[in-house]
């Protein structure tokens, strides 16, 4: 999609990373009367809004008021042959089939500049483009922390919740747009590295093509180290544990994938850090549709595999290929998903196994599974295990962001509530990268759910990476000194 148009208005980055906070800003409809006048401005805004973005801060979140936008894409190579309308039908899931009929009927959405009918053929080298009152959902306000800058490169902690690019529902609230606003609207990120949008910590940005090209070939070859951090379900074995299954991406436009035979080669090392049981025993619930105080426990324990690990561990991981999802799904099938992942530590979508040791999909078909998931976000509120046990008060108070029956006075789209802690945060955290030859390194801090608890002992640093290496090093070389 290409970048908004730069706006008249002089050039002013955000100094020092700072945004207005506003106090009684109602979240839905800025232009009500109890508004600002710059919020109502912002609300009734019909045009592209421009450079800067217009962040302001509520609630803790950071947030952009909706605004004109028109997405431009070119057509993708498995969209060639196929009718417009089937194309936004299966790839898109921001709007309901209704709208993309609609707006494909009213010129809308064109190709080449100009007005198609559902059932035009799309071609190589043809232009789609949408136009759409857009409604980003608002991110976390957690500012992206500097590690290490040089004349070449930025080293940042990325906070949680944040993607890297405008993608989707997200344009300015996203890693590259945020630090534009910060440095002017001449700035052009490289990012060398790509984190999923829940997960936190080291990414590269580099500051000219070169060094971006560089860094990225040194990842392609697999000479740079990689660890992250997990907090998963139960206690994780001891020693090195080494999971080699093939992942197939069974869903690109949920972003869904799962251990499969046909599935590309993956490999991931984990090694335990740490376990902490928990304070006191918790009752889980027979199914996702109850609350806990009247769970029914006399299923049988063999068919929920998590409902006996009490307590969790904090994982060391070294994903030595790189496939989307690779450390999640490879927790999953091994029976510790990330405790708070809300797709693959989600019952409704995996049933009472999550996921644990199935292969070939005969518990749960991939059909089932994208259903199911599908519904997360719309009716249905994505949930992980982990709210069962000492996150369930609060999420029972709170439920995560899901369409709230409103819609947008401008554009009827339908509203979508805040998006709860569950959904701005995924205890995965890129903890290292490091170049396998000792030229450099770099280590981000151990974030606060991987932290002993209070009151508890436990590691609060990470040792070298030896031991993770050594598990791989005759399969894989190129990561060994």
């Known amino acids: 999609m290409t970048e908004p148009a730069t706006a008249n208005a002089p050039i002013a980055p955000i100094e020092n990373g700072m945004i207005p906070e506003v106090e009684l800003l109602p979240k839905e409809n800025p232009s009500k009367s109890d508004a600002s006048d710059d919020e109502k401005r912002a609300s009734n805004n019909t045009t592209d809004p421009g450079w800067p973005a217009p962040y302001y801060l509520h609630e803790g979140l950071r947030r952009v008021a909706p605004y004109n936008y028109t997405y431009e894409t070119w057509c993708k190579e498995r969209w060639r042959g196929r009718e417009l309308m089937d194309v936004f039908e299966s790839e898109f899931r921001d709007r309901s089939v209704s709208y993309y009929r609609q707006a494909i009927e009213t010129g809308l959405v064109r190709v080449d500049g100009k007005v198609a009918p559902p059932n ?51 344009n300015f609230n996203s890693v590259v747009e945020i630090m534009r606003a910060e440095r002017g609207a001449d700035w052009i990120a490289y990012p060398c590295n790509r984190l999923d949008r829940l997960t936190s910590g080291i990414m590269f940005v580099a500051k000219n093509p070169k060094s971006a090209k560089v860094l990225s070939e040194q990842i392609r070859q697999r000479s740079v180290r990689k ?23 069974i869903s690109p436009k949920l972003g869904l994938n799962r251990v499969r035979a046909d599935g ?56 030595v290929t790189g496939r989307t999802h690779q450390i999640r799904v490879h927790l999953q099938h091994l029976g510790h998903p990330i405790q708070n992942d809300p797709i693959y530590a989600n019952q409704r979508v995996w ?84 170049d396998a030859g000792g ?16 009151g508890i002992s436990g590691p609060t640093e990470v040792g070298n990476m030896d031991d993770l290496v050594d598990a791989v090093k005759d399969e894989n070389p190129e990561l060994a000194n």
């Open 120 to 170: 035009h053929i799309l071609k190589n080298g043809q232009l789609v483009s949408h136009t759409i009152h857009r409604h980003e959902p608002p991110v976390s306000a957690e500012p992206i922390g500097i590690i290490h800058e040089d004349d070449d490169m930025i080293v940042i902690n990325k906070p949680s919740g944040i993607p890297v690019h405008p993608a989707g529902r997200y």
């Open 227 to 249: 660890e992250y951090l997990a907090r998963v379900i139960g206690n994780f074995p001891d020693g090195e544990v080494v999971c080699n299954q093939p992942i197939l991406s």
């Open 264 to 319: 590309k080669p993956a490999r991931t090392v984990f090694k335990k850090l740490a376990y902490y049981p928990p304070s006191k025993p918790r009752a889980r619930p027979a199914t996702g549709e109850v609350p806990p105080e009247s769970a029914d426990d006399s299923a049988d324990p063999s068919s929920r595999p998590w409902s006996h690990k009490e307590g969790y561990s904090i994982i060391r991981c070294l994903p």
């Open 351 to 434: 049933g009472f196994t999550l996921g644990y040791n199935d292969p070939n999909g005969v518990e749960n078909t991939d059909e089932d599974v994208i259903s199911r998931l599908n519904r997360m976000g719309k009716e249905e509120v994505a949930e992980a295990v982990a709210y069962y046990d000492e996150m369930v008060d609060a999420y029972y108070k709170r439920k995560a962001e899901k369409m709230s029956g409103e819609l947008c006075e401008v554009c009827d789209t339908p509203l979508y509530s805040d998006p709860g802690s569950e959904e701005l945060s995924l205890w995965l955290h890129s903890l290292r990268y490091e």
């Open 439 to 454: 030229d450099w390194s770099y280590v981000s801090p151990m974030p606060n759910w991987a932290l002993p608890p209070s």
